[in-house]
């Protein structure tokens, strides 16, 4: 009986280049695993974009209210019942909607947050000064909420930042980080100083007063929607590239060699 003797073995076929625009599959590594940011930068573009109709919405609102306490105080009998309980309902139901979108923002925000911060682990692990976890905590510690983020979403930047064909990182504006969380903490701050101007408010004069102030605060909150935005979709649109990059120079003839 004769024995055929075994023929060479096939090479394996090289990975498939990522199509451009495209998240790239994660690498082998169990240590490596990327996940695209994409699909919650999309809900978070969607979400901003509602939330900032709102906010404007809302400022409307607290012109209107302006309006209607400017004539109640020159002459209270000019201004309609009905136009107080519309102004009222108005300011009642936007509070609400504003709520609602903060709370489904903040929630989506985080998780895109800590998982762009899981990626830069991934793409240079020296750029950290604390552990991913501080992505998600460094939220909700008093004090510490209003620059610990930052510092991450700075960090976290920087990391992904893409390399030039000498060999180097890129050097990419970091404005639009700056920028957002410059507004973003200036119109926390706002708010809660005119949310307890308004608590507080109980003549037709200071009524108008912190109304015109709230106003102003939802016009602060639309622009850090927008700063927002630019903010998220920058910084996904950097990992891509990166993930990329990496995905290439590891699908790289003699990589798996000169890995050993």
Request: hydrophobic letters at 45%; a neutral charge; glycine letters at 6%.
């Amino acid at each position: 009986m004769s024995v055929n003797a075994p023929g060479p073995s096939p090479s394996p076929s090289p990975p498939p280049s990522p199509q451009p625009g495209s998240w790239p599959a994660p690498p082998p590594h169990a240590s490596d695993v990327l996940r695209s940011p994409q699909g919650l930068a999309t809900a978070l573009t969607v979400l901003l974009a509602a939330g900032a109709a709102v906010d404007l919405f809302s400022s409307g609102v607290g012109l209107y209210t302006r309006k209607l306490m400017t004539d109640y105080a020159a002459d209270p009998a000019s201004v309609e019942s009905g136009s107080l309980d519309l102004s009222d309902s108005l300011t009642i139901r936007i509070g609400f909607a504003q709520g609602l979108f903060s709370l489904a923002i903040a929630v989506v925000f985080i998780i895109w947050f800590y998982r762009v911060r899981c990626n830069g682990q991934v793409f240079r692990p020296d750029c950290f000064s604390r552990s991913a976890g501080w992505a998600i905590g460094g939220w909700f510690i008093p004090i510490g909420n209003l620059f610990i983020p930052y510092r991450t979403a700075r960090e976290t930047w920087e990391a992904s930042t893409p390399y030039d064909p000498d060999g180097t990182h890129r050097r990419v504006s970091a404005a639009p980080v700056i920028a957002w969380w410059l507004v973003f903490t200036a119109s926390e701050l706002l708010y809660r100083f005119g949310s307890a101007q308004y608590v507080r408010a109980e003549t037709p004069e200071e009524i108008r007063d912190t109304c015109a102030f709230n106003a102003a605060v939802d016009l602060t909150a639309v622009v850090a929607a927008v700063l927002a935005v630019v903010f998220v979709r920058k910084l996904t649109a950097l990992q891509r590239a990166r993930a990329e990059e990496l995905l290439l120079k590891r699908s790289a003839p003699g990589a798996a060699t000169a890995a050993v």
